[in-house]
Nanobody
Framework: QVRLMESGGGLVQAGGSLRLSCAAS????????MGWYRQAPGKQRELVAV???????NYADSVKGRFTISRDNAKNTVYLQMNSLKPEDTAVYYC?????????????WGQGTQVTVSS
């Protein structure tokens, strides 16, 4: 079983910063892509950033230049540094990994962490 534990959400004023963390644990043999998604009220879940194996990264246009995704493979952890936050960044943020576990290959999701940016 693979478990994802997220932390770092909260309330921040516009222009502020937050750092999200997501640690994976369980019977993990390897992790391929790691990423962050978000879902605002009344909207569909959308990709924020993804970091496949290696050093390449991909970001949604709306967060480019403000957010940075990184990973620590030794800790099976993915981070999302969010700077210059805007009210429109308010959403529940979910981490996602594509992992190989004792059950085979699959996608796993965190429980979500609320990020609220006040104007």
């Amino acid at each position: 079983q693979v478990r994802l534990m997220e932390s770092g959400g909260g309330l921040v004023q516009a222009g502020g910063s937050l750092r999200l963390s997501c640690a994976a644990s369980g019977n993990i043999f390897g992790i391929n892509a790691m990423g962050w998604y978000r879902q605002a009220p009344g909207k569909q879940r959308e990709l924020v950033a993804v970091i496949p194996t290696g050093r390449s990264t991909n970001y949604a246009d709306s967060v480019k230049g403000r957010f940075t995704i990184s990973r620590d493979n030794a800790k099976n952890t993915v981070y999302l540094q969010m700077n210059s936050l805007k009210p429109e960044d308010t959403a529940v943020y979910y981490c996602n990994i594509h992992a190989i576990s004792g059950l085979g290959s699959g996608d796993y999701w965190g429980q979500g962490t609320q990020v609220t940016v006040s104007s």
